[in-house]
């Protein structure tokens, strides 16, 4: 007990020094809230001129599609009578055709609330949609029916965009075409300039931490200068080491749970249906023996005996994917090679591989990343790209190894809230950078134009040629 009273005993020094930097942490502290509250404040006014804006501009364009619509049928629209249903028709197709970008399109209502016009979605035309409320109860049709009555207007509410399938904020104008008693109108999800704004309000905050962070770092160093505390600053050091090791075993362990949940799925969904179905065959050709029907048994354990073939070729694809055993046996070419077949096969996509031999190979870790980021590549094609032409080229030089995949497909798509594919090109990218190695993508916005993946390893992770190397391991990788 003695030796921890010692212990947080301070001398006159520090005493002195503890009392000279308690005012300094409280000036910090004023400042450090000041600055915070007047950021925010500043801020604010500015993110909410900018939501303004961004809305008027919004309105401005939605105007403008309508006032060219209207431009369009008006030769139409003003020589018909009211009831000159020829002419409702031909209005009504020419503004069914008027749809752009990904989710816009033009509505018609009459004044009954009965839909004439829906083109993105035709389950409600020719329904009456009087009382239609969104999510948050604002009134949606009886509100068009008001705001045409009135001529024209704007209206705010809640609708499922087409593209996704999910609520989402909608701004819509709307014109009256009184003659006929319709309601014409379009509208633009605003959810880009919901995004905008929180993206704005999330720098603001990010900014703020950070103008924290710099305070306090100030005052630590000030803190820390005068304590001379070095060993504060190794504690610091060590604390975020722990903190980094921490959560790289917690992203081992969620990899090895990932892993363990796929192989569980493709256990249960394909081998144990397949083992389920020889059961049920050998259970027939068994039931047919005893009634003395050798000839029927055939054809179930037939049956029977495809489907274990079918089972053992699962199992060996399996076993294959965690571990591939030609990688070790044979090198990462001849991986590669037998990936891509197998790829080929199995998707019915036209795949090419070439490599170039060389004397220098990669060191396992290198085979290993480049055939898992080869493997997650191909996954990713198939399941997003589509694709019907892919190409993976191996090549060794002068400044270490180079791996690139290209594909013919549509591209990666760039929209506000996308996240596809976003793990699986983490998941590259971490390899990669692991090895100290780069990876790069290509890729037009538009889509349509293919993507190609370049992974480049330094020349560092390639072997010096082996004299005693085995010849039938002449790959060079």
């Known amino acids: 007990m003695k030796t921890i009273r010692d212990l947080i005993t301070l001398t006159y020094a520090q005493k002195l020094s503890l009392v000279a930097a308690i005012p300094l942490l409280v000036a910090v502290a004023a400042i450090a809230g000041v600055v915070a509250y007047e950021s925010r404040a500043t801020a604010d006014s500015e993110i909410k001129a900018l939501e303004r804006q961004l809305i008027e501009a919004k309105k401005d364009e939605l105007r403008n599609y309508v006032t060219q619509a209207r431009n369009g049928f008006a030769y139409i629209y003003g020589r018909a009578a009211p009831d000159d249903e020829e002419a409702k028709k031909l209005v009504a197709q020419e503004l069914a055709a008027m749809i752009y970008g990904q989710d816009g399109f033009f509505f018609v209502y009459d004044y009954d609330g009965n839909n004439l016009v829906s083109p993105r979605q035709t389950e409600f035309i020719n329904r009456n949609w009087v009382g239609l409320k969104d999510s948050e109860g604002t009134p949606v ?68 931490q950070r103008t924290f962070m710099y305070i306090g770092g100030i005052v630590l160093a000030a803190v820390l200068i005068v304590f001379a505390s070095g060993m504060l600053l190794n504690f610091r050091e060590r604390r975020l080491a722990d903190a980094k090791l921490k959560e790289l075993t917690q992203r081992v362990l969620d990899t090895q749970e990932e892993e363990r949940g796929r192989v569980a799925r493709e256990l249960h969904d394909g081998i144990s249906q397949i ?28 049956k029977g005996i495809d489907n274990l073939g079918t089972a053992i070729t699962e199992v060996r694809r399996i076993s294959r994917d965690l571990r591939p055993g030609v990688l070790d046996d044979l090198g990462l070419g001849p991986a590669l090679k037998a990936l891509t077949d197998d790829f080929s096969e199995r998707t019915g996509i036209e795949t090419e591989f070439s490599t170039v031999v060389f004397r220098n190979r990669l060191d396992q870790d290198s085979k290993i990343a480049l055939y898992r980021i080869a493997q997650e590549a191909l996954t990713n094609i198939e399941r997003h790209a589509g694709a019907t032409r892919v190409t993976i080229d191996l090549r060794g030089h002068m400044k270490g190894a180079t791996m690139r995949i290209t594909d013919n497909g549509r591209g990666l798509r760039s929209e506000p809230g996308h996240v596809s594919a976003g793990i699986g090109l983490r998941n590259m990218q971490e390899r990669i950078e692991q090895l100290d190695g780069t990876l790069r993508i290509l890729s037009s916005r538009g889509g349509g134009s293919g993507t190609v993946i370049e992974v480049s390893l330094p020349l560092s992770h390639l072997l010096p040629p082996q004299e005693d190397a085995t010849p039938k391991r002449k790959a060079g990788f």
């Open 141 to 208: 049709v009886d509100e068009f029916i008001r705001i045409a009555r009135q001529g024209s207007g704007w209206h705010n509410f809640l609708w499922e965009k087409p593209s996704t399938g999910e609520e989402a904020q909608m701004i819509a104008y709307v014109i009256g075409l009184h003659d006929w008693r319709w309601v014409v109108g379009t509208g633009v999800f605003i959810d880009d300039i919901v995004a905008t704004v929180a993206n704005a309000r999330a720098d603001v905050e990010a900014r703020v």
């Open 275 to 302: 083992l389920v179905g020889v059961r049920y065959a050998l259970d027939n050709a068994r039931r047919r023996l005893d009634r003395g029907d050798d000839q029927a048994a055939q054809v179930p354990l037939q």
